[in-house]
């Protein structure tokens, strides 16, 4: 008699056996694990935007207030925003009448209001404390809780105004963004106002580092261009460089050459020259070995530099060693390019 055989159990009915997972629910059953804070973190990683200032934030209602005193002083200002990019995608406040008459740009202790023909106005109450070295732009810095005189700031409002109407702005009160690429920019030169017209139709391209990308060419127009691309305090200190560059050496040639300003004279070479980097500016002498002191930066046969960071520019420095450097590299036989 033949031994009946067990029949095999169904697969899955073992009582030692556990349901699978899928897949699906494994990644839910993780994402629900984490908590709110952790997966708000990871969000923020994700999205990798640069962080702006909280809604009421002191630096906006300076701005909020600024604005206001703008339209009371004159209402035929337009407010239009410019220089958007992706590490701004607010862009920066831009106030116009036949002409920009200011901008106003939002930095971690100050709120700087920079005035295109500043330098050209009277400022009796002395509200300009920044950019003061420039050939055309003066600045208003603003730190939390210092106000500004408003009367003041409504007669520096109007007088810009009128600054931009003499130089020979339009007298309509432009209606929108093309309307007002038409109009002078800046009154640095004639050159120069057209370069930065031309500037307006099309949008400078900024480089790694925030360096300005322009064609190569030569004249004050170019330079003038590059340094109205860039922003906040690379700005100024650029400004003040190209000031302290035309006083050293009254007869300096200029350039754009591999976007950086080039600055030379006439059949002896370039002399110096700077490009802006994401934290500094890199001011090169084309035979810095032989100056005296020698600038730190560099360790070649001929060219040396200086690296100036944000704030190392000071009133002293400019009147006395870089002028120096300046002048001797002026004397010597430059670099032909």
């Known amino acids: 008699m033949k ?6 159990k169904a697969k899955g009915t073992s009582r030692a056996s556990k349901p699978r997972k899928s897949p699906g629910a494994t990644k839910t059953a993780n994402a629900a694990s984490k908590s709110p804070k952790a997966a708000a973190k990871g969000k923020s ?24 005193m703008i339209h009371a002083a004159d209402p035929d200002i337009v407010e239009e ?8 995608p607010a862009g920066v406040p831009v106030w116009s009448r036949a002409g920009i008459v200011c901008t106003g740009e939002t930095y971690k202790e100050v709120v700087k209001l920079t005035f295109m023909r500043g330098a050209s106005l009277k400022d009796p109450r002395g509200l300009f404390n920044s950019s003061l070295e420039g050939n055309a732009r003066r600045a208003i810095d603003i ?35 093309k309307a007002l690429t038409k109009t002078k ?5 004639a050159k120069s106002s057209k370069a930065r017209k031309d500037t307006n139709a099309k949008p400078i391209k900024l480089l790694a580092g925030g360096n300005p990308q322009i064609a190569k060419a030569d004249g004050d127009a170019p330079v003038q261009v590059y340094i109205a691309a860039l922003t906040g305090w690379k700005r100024d200190v650029a400004e003040r460089l ?19 300003p080039f600055y030379g004279v006439e059949g002896q070479g370039w002399f110096v020259s700077f490009h802006v980097f994401t934290r500094y500016l890199k001011v090169a002498f084309f035979g810095g070995a032989s100056l005296r002191p020698v600038p730190p930066g560099g360790t070649g046969k001929d060219a040396r ?15 006395t060693q870089l002028a120096g450097w300046l002048k001797q ?3 010597l036989p430059g670099w032909m390019a």
Request: glycine fraction near 6%; charged fraction near 35%.
């Open 143 to 177: 730190r939390e809780g210092l106000g500004i005189d408003a009367r003041a700031f409504k007669a520096l409002i109007e007088a810009a105004v009128a600054e931009n109407l003499r130089s020979g702005g339009s007298t309509a009160n432009p209606k929108s963004a």
């Open 81 to 88: 925003r410019k220089w958007i990019k992706p590490s701004n």
């Open 3 to 8: 031994k009946s055989r067990a029949k095999p």
């Open 329 to 331: 590299a002026a004397a």
């Open 242 to 260: 190209d000031a302290l560059i035309a006083r050293s050496v009254p007869k300096v040639r200029k350039a754009v050459k591999w976007n950086s």
């Open 45 to 68: 990683a994700k999205a990798g935007a640069k962080p702006r200032p909280a809604a009421g934030d002191w630096r906006d209602k300076t701005l909020a207030e600024i604005r206001r």
């Open 305 to 319: 530099w200086i690296d100036i960071h944000e704030g190392d520019l000071d009133e002293r420095q400019l009147a």
């Open 185 to 189: 920019q800046d009154a640095r030169t």
